[in-house]
């Protein structure tokens, strides 16, 4: 079964995936938070800014068109479907883990 089938699942994860699918595949945030938001009633989910070196790898070599990409527009999106339980700084880099509750029983 796909993952759509087999959830929502009760906690997902998403540790540093986020700059791949909006930076290496093109993804809008928008489309990110709606399919999370499919498969988990609960979401551990990591933000890579764009200036950590993972994301300038993935950013090197192409014109940087990324303009929403940033933690206050993952907050405003993924805010639309979610309700922001906890926010961390991981510590010795820029980036935050969220705790997120979906705000529907889709």
């Given at each position: ?36 938001s499919r498969m ?26 990324f303009n929403d ?38």
């Amino acid at each position: 079964l796909s993952l759509h089938e087999r959830g929502p699942a009760d906690v997902g994860m998403a540790l540093a995936l986020i700059h791949h699918l909006a930076i290496r595949n093109n993804l809008p945030l928008s489309h990110i938070a709606q399919e999370l938001s499919r498969m988990s009633k609960n979401l551990i989910f990591e933000f890579v800014p764009r200036d950590d070196p993972q994301c300038q790898k993935l950013l090197s070599g192409r014109i940087d068109t990324f303009n929403d990409y940033a933690i206050e527009q993952f907050r405003c999106v993924f805010g639309s479907l979610f309700n922001l339980e906890a926010e961390v700084s991981v510590l010795a880099s820029r980036r935050t883990v969220f705790l997120l509750t979906r705000r529907d029983s889709h």
